[in-house]
């Protein structure tokens, strides 16, 4: 014991030697009410002074983990040490995955970050639809955090509320507003992120034939949710523009849905945006069958061209309820900050914020006055802009050489950072990764986005973090690959 | 129509013109393919120079919202605008609160900040049992944010691990190490705070009896997580050194559980600390019985005197793992950072992850980084010594007011930011709460701990942001409307 203490530079000698007897207390080394060296022994024993020795006892004993006798020295407190624990080695041991239910266990299959995807280091990588982080303007949000942590920093370190943080709250319904949403009647929660928000509707909402319908295919993280609540999911048809109308209204009528969700806009993983038109009648169709729909708000924003078009919520109309609209500026600005929001009927807030509340509180109030700070600046439309040119020249750039060099496929995307790309019937796309793979280009083939185990022959190409080189070289390595495959 | 126009000086003119014909178009004031002013007649509509009008149309063009047509002018994009909203007035409105399940409708039912106790603005609080912001040391968080993001903020702002984020998790590892932890075998997951800790295991877990055991009284966030899960709870009565064995060795003989839920350490809401022995024996009890622990490290840290005890996941012995050890630093540092963890059997954790990523991909890393520098830099134990040092003298003083004042009461606290006082059987604190909130006191009553609706003669003081001077007037108070319900 003791000659295996060794100084570091980084922290003070007696917080060290604290650590070090401390260590030894709890893992039973010392046993309780053992007799410790005295402080003149240890100083000899650790090569420390005395002086070091004395403070780091006195702080053990200001700690509870040892206690003076006057006369005898210092002793282990008896509690501290784990001295006999209650267990023997013959103890049976729980076996843990037996003790989980299928919300846990349909979790983790589905968990693309255990199960998905692996490549090494220096790969081309598609898989990522996550914003590039050369485009972050870190003095900007540098001084956002200062601002606020100046004008009430010490608010913001204690509670906050689970409906959000108050200014960034009005901000978000100034911005919903803006769009062209009528608030009466509507209310907003600030949740973690799109999935936060996801998964508190899901959690609360009674489910009644226990069917959801969803486009087909559709956005990864939707899927699994809808599984972990035990929902059996109908998946429609994507077109050119959007989800397919005949298909909607034929699952419509031929049985009871529980409640619908749709990407209208920049489509995950399809990249469509879906048309006007066709948005008012999938909410005439949805309406009439008394199904409400979650409206996911992904990347409304990234769009490089054409009109804008009014979300669902909009389009709905104001005397209308049914629409759930879930937004996230994750992934235009920046996903670490877990920030995003759900805009629905006032009722329907009031009891999501209680769920919210009994499960995580509230979403972190840093990250929240930090994201209203960095928009109140007026930061957002600039980098917006900057974003967008970027992002749009690499679209174009992805579009092109996908042209180039890609056998027979069809390609969509009208805006976001990934397109789209479908096979002829043959071409096998988990096949293709693996001949990619061994070439360093990886991509995420489409079949796990659909809802009915098709799309073999499709794959989603991310292209916000791969350079401009990276993107031609990697595509032309899958077009080699895909002909390689085809002969 | 653009008479409302009203320039205000904090942003661009430009952008706010945009803003403005954004919002006429949005909400549908001007109609689809409509044409624009022309940018002279607008700039003598809204007073601005004709420049602000024609980069103001310019953005709109590059969003999307308008058009142009050459030699004619500007049109309103058709899809930007609502135009024939969907729905009309007649449309059946659906009634959310019959869509909702019992998980939302218990927990918007147990949900305090909605129901709890509302007094003036003025009042004298001992509701609360957060940190006293005044503790706060802004300066180190500042630069603790500021060293981090200089190191690696394109990183800290784009996506994490659901696990959490690495250089925390190693603290954090090495953090239980130190309380005497056996490691092997065992895991950690990063969690926003305390509360999504025990979400994600309760919800993970599968029920066999749906019984889960605690103490009574007990935290109410844990009651109201139970319920929202199904459980049925059974309390077992606390005495002055933890929970009683006798009654937990009775309730365990008769019948099955799922799971136990214990608060060793400064116990929600009596204050108390688990004697050593009684841990030793309750452990045993449980592990006989094969049910798992989930252990509530709440306030673990908040010891003023007595010896340093053991958690249970220590003393449970390293063969075991059977203990769910859920801790957080929120209640002795930063609520606003929501920040705590999980450390259990790894196979558990590894399931937990999944769900944590599937329901809010991560927490925070901003938090988690923050947290985990201002740690590295050597300020928690020095943040806790002059933390400690504040509420110690508050909790003497608070003890010695309840001496003098309180009419005859027994006072439990081993330390923390609370006291809990049962008065004798006949006095109703919900009364009490009545007359005190009429003199500007507040408490919280303690029924609200009881998993079986009693403890209508106990109430909870938190004292943590209550000044000296008030603690002393707020008792006083609190004394002579008790005697008044007395007499």
Redesign the interface.
């Known amino acids: 014991m003791y000659s295996d203490f060794v100084l570091a530079n980084d922290?003070p000698a007696y917080?060290q030697v604290k650590?070090y007897i401390?260590?030894l207390?709890?893992?039973?080394a010392l046993q309780g009410d053992q007799k410790l060296p005295s402080t003149r022994e240890l100083c000899g024993l650790l090569h420390v002074s005395r002086n070091t020795v004395i403070n780091a006892y006195s702080e053990l004993e200001a700690?509870?983990?040892i206690?003076t006798v006057k006369g005898q020295g210092h002793f282990v407190?008896?509690?501290?040490?784990?001295s006999n624990?209650?267990?023997?080695?013959h103890?049976?041991?729980?076996n843990?995955?037996?003790?989980?239910?299928d919300?846990?266990?349909l979790?983790?299959e589905?968990?693309l970050?255990?199960h998905g995807i692996r490549g090494q280091k220096q790969a081309i990588s598609f898989t990522s639809i996550?914003?590039d982080?050369?485009l972050?303007d870190?003095q900007n949000?540098?001084r956002a955090?200062?601002d606020r942590?100046s004008l009430e920093?010490?608010?913001?370190?204690?509670?906050?509320?689970?409906k959000g943080y108050k200014p960034l709250i009005e901000y978000l319904l100034n911005y919903m507003?803006?769009?062209?949403v009528?608030l009466a009647g509507k209310d907003l929660l600030v949740t973690?992120?799109f999935?936060?928000g996801l998964?508190l509707v899901l959690?609360?909402?009674?489910?009644g034939s226990g069917r959801i319908l969803c486009e087909n295919p559709t956005h990864h993280?939707a899927i699994?949710?809808f599984k972990?609540h035990g929902y059996k999911i109908t998946g429609v048809p994507m077109e050119r523009d959007g989800i397919n109308l005949k298909e909607l209204s034929r699952e419509l009528a031929s049985q009871a849905y529980d409640l619908a969700y749709l990407i209208p806009s920049y489509h995950n993983p399809t990249g469509i945006v879906m048309?006007?038109p066709k948005r008012?009648e999938a909410?005439?169709l949805l309406?009439q069958y008394?199904v409400?729909i979650i409206e996911d708000g992904f990347n409304e924003e990234l769009?490089y061209?054409?009109?804008?078009?009014?979300p669902l919520v909009?389009?709905?109309?104001?005397?209308?309820?049914?629409v759930i609209y879930i937004g996230s500026f994750s992934k235009i600005l920046?996903?670490?900050?877990?920030v995003g929001w759900i805009l629905a009927?006032s009722?329907?807030i009031?009891?999501?914020?209680?769920?919210k509340?009994?499960?995580?509180?509230?979403?972190?109030?840093?990250?929240q006055s930090?994201l209203y700070q960095y928009l109140y600046n007026?930061n957002f439309?600039k980098y917006l802009k900057r974003a967008k040119t970027e992002y749009k020249r690499k679209h174009e750039l992805v579009v092109r050489s996908c042209q180039e060099w890609l056998p027979a496929h069809q390609l969509s995307s009208d805006g976001g950072l990934h397109v789209f790309i479908e096979f002829a019937a043959g071409v096998d796309t988990r096949e293709l990764l693996k001949l990619c793979s061994e070439q360093g280009v990886l991509f995420t083939p489409g079949d796990i986005f659909y809802t009915d185990g098709r799309g073999q022959n499709t794959l989603r190409l991310g292209f916000s973090r791969v350079s401009e080189a990276d993107i031609q070289k990697g595509i032309q390595i899958i077009g080699y690959c895909a002909e390689k495959l085809l002969s």
Chains 1, 2 share one sequence.
């Open positions: 922290r917080i650590d401390r260590r207390i709890t893992t039973g700690d509870g983990y206690y407190s008896s509690s501290a040490a784990p624990s209650v267990f023997q080695s103890d049976v041991k729980m843990w995955s037996t003790k989980l239910n919300y846990a266990r979790a983790e589905h968990d970050m255990k996550a914003p982080e050369k972050f870190l949000v540098k955090f200062m942590m920093g010490d608010v913001l370190l204690n509670y906050g509320y689970a507003e803006n769009k062209g009528d973690s992120g999935t936060e998964s959690s609360s909402f009674k489910q993280t699994k949710a972990m048309s006007h008012k909410l005439r309406q008394h409400p769009r061209s054409g009109s804008h078009i009014a909009v389009s709905a109309g104001s005397g209308n309820n049914s920046f996903p670490g900050l877990r009927d009722t329907l009031d009891y999501l914020e209680s769920v509340r009994a499960r995580t509180i509230h979403t972190s109030t840093l990250d930090l007026g439309e």
